[in-house]
């Protein structure tokens, strides 16, 4: 019987080996991006000039700064209605200009305020300085205050307070602060100062020179003493006061009137009684 010959098992194949792994690739693009952003990074770091901020306008004008005038506290106009601005009255000038500021025309503490002005205006020009008060008064109101206190200098009407709050003297909500600003030709500021009457003076005589201290306060010491005798209240006043104050006016007038027809009245029945008797 022949014999059946068994094949050899083979063993079985081994599973191929994983082909080697591929590096990932760089992406080079972005690369050479973060390396061209981290060199200008770099390159600001070490001196290269940032960008410029915004200049924003001063919200206080102070005495040594120069200021430029073009546009500086908009369009006012003279007791005439003439229209002006403050660069026009200072280019005007000789060697730069006084502003005065109240708070309402014809009213005690303006009137103290303005005479004093007045009075030593020859004194208080004499180097140069050309000299406007300043309110938020109609150019009727300041036409009337200039003509009966016979004022020698110009006054602005400024009813919006445009170049009053660009100085720094308005009031909040509204009004007027009593000051001076003096501002030469050059737009430097020599004096932005509130006060009352007689200090206002002041300021503006130790920036010329003037040696009339003494007298200008003593005047303005007689003149608010007068006032206050007279019942017409203080040198501070302001507008709210001074507006009820006119409107209490017609009424006291026709209570006088009333007073001196019943006097008359009075009169002519004593005379009647004389004759009857």
């Known amino acids: ?21 591929k590096k990932k690739a760089t992406n080079t693009k972005a690369g050479a991006k973060a390396k061209e952003k981290g060199n200008d990074t ?14 924003t306008a001063p919200t206080k004008v102070a005495v040594g700064d120069v200021i430029d005038l073009e546009g500086f506290g908009g369009e006012i106009e003279t ?3 003439e229209k002006t601005t403050l660069k026009k009255l200072v280019d005007e000038s000789d060697q730069g200009v006084v502003l005065f500021t109240y708070p309402k025309a ?9 005479c004093l002005f007045r009075d030593a205006f020859t004194e208080l020009t004499a180097t140069g300085l050309s000299i406007f008060g300043l309110s938020t008064d109609s150019p009727k109101a300041n036409t009337t205050f200039k003509t009966k206190q016979n004022l020698p200098y110009t006054l602005l009407c400024d ?12 009031k909040a909500p509204k009004g007027t602060t009593r000051g001076v600003f003096v501002i030469d030709k050059q737009g430097k500021i020599l004096a932005a100062q509130p006060g009352g009457p007689a200090p206002t003076v002041e300021v503006v005589r130790k920036l010329v ?55 008359v009245a009075a009169d002519v029945a004593d005379s009647a009684a004389k004759l009857d008797e």
């Open 42 to 55: 770099a390159a600001a770091t070490n001196g290269a000039p940032a960008p410029a901020a915004k200049k």
């Open 1 to 21: 019987m022949p014999v059946e010959l068994r094949k050899r098992k083979t063993a079985p194949a081994s599973a191929p080996a994983p082909p080697p792994a």
């Open 209 to 263: 020179g003037g040696d009339k201290a003494d007298e200008l306060a003593e005047k303005a010491t007689e003149m608010e003493k007068e006032e206050k005798e007279g019942g017409d209240g203080g040198a501070d006043d302001d507008d709210e006061k001074m507006d009820d104050e006119e409107e209490k006016e017609p009424a006291s007038a026709e209570a006088k009137e009333d007073k001196k027809q019943a006097d």
């Open 159 to 170: 009813p919006q307070a445009t170049l009053i709050k660009a100085i720094g003297f308005k």
């Open 106 to 114: 014809s009213t005690p503490g303006c009137t103290t305020q303005a």
């Open 79 to 81: 007791q005439d209605g």
